[in-house]
């Protein structure tokens, strides 16, 4: 069912599995009362399946799809440091 070499199915099944991290780490913070603000870089963490996907299409030498995970995680990962930046929780520290 994954084993396609396709540069948008890379990109759906990368969107895919970061959105579903990102609405269950969401889930947790809600659960535990906290808001998105004090732990931002919590979500730093949402791209860690798209980075076991990426590595999985590598192995199995599919270029396509990898090329499409790895632009998603680009930016992707782009956006959130912008967010970071602009949400102040990387003040100062450059």
Sequence with gaps: MLKKDNLIFGMVVATLSTLLTIGLLWLILFCLNMSINDNAKLFLFSFVPAIVELRWYVKLQYMKT????LSVLFFGFCF????????GSFAGKF
Excluded at 66 to 69: E, L, Y
Excluded at 80 to 87: G, V
């Design 66 to 69: 990898t090329k499409g995970v």
């Design 80 to 87: 959130m440091l912008y967010y970071l930046y602009a949400a």
